[in-house]
């Protein structure tokens, strides 16, 4: 097994940095176009949670220009990336590797989001609070998508 294994989750836990739900809705995505994850991932086997898990991935997009929106690094947006990166990490991974992938997906996701925070208030600074979060969106959603069907094309 080579060093670039368990790259997809390492790189997935950052794309859960900065857009939570974006990994499971990626993935539910994957599943919708009948791709097999490398490791086990039975929970978006499920109807109801793979287009729940599409569901919170829009819903996030259109909260995130919200005024009210919290920052990434409250508790429960903390908490989100974490489950978020810990399930789409270990679904990455190489099968039997699915800890070490979660793991790393979370290791990355959580001092991330609050480099990825730092930049999108820099962001709102100079744009705006909605054109930062549209081009961070279209940049998040599309490596989301990159990781994926990078990953499960590997399989």
Excluded: C
Excluded at 29 to 55: I, M, N
Excluded at 72 to 81: I, K
Excluded at 84 to 90: D, E, K, M, P
Excluded at 95 to 113: C, F, K, N, S
């Amino acid at each position: 097994m080579t060093y670039t294994a368990l790259l997809p989750s390492v790189l997935i836990g950052a794309v859960a940095s900065a857009r939570s739900m974006t990994p499971m809705a990626a993935l539910a995505g994957a599943r919708l176009a009948h791709r097999r994850t490398p490791g086990r991932l039975v929970l978006l086997d499920h109807p109801l949670f793979r287009f729940g898990a599409l569901a919170m991935g829009a819903g996030e997009l259109f909260g995130d220009k919200m005024k009210s929106a919290p920052d990434r690094t409250v508790f429960l947006g903390l908490l989100a990336r974490v489950l978020s990166a810990g399930i789409a990490g270990a679904a990455l991974a190489p099968r039997g590797r699915e800890r070490q992938g979660a793991a790393l997906a979370v290791g990355t996701a959580v001092p991330m989001a609050y480099l990825t925070l730092r930049g999108r208030k820099r962001a709102m600074r100079a744009i705006g609070q909605t054109n930062s979060g549209l081009i961070e969106d279209a940049l998040i959603v599309g490596a989301g998508m990159a990781v994926v069907a990078w990953a499960v094309g590997r399989r």
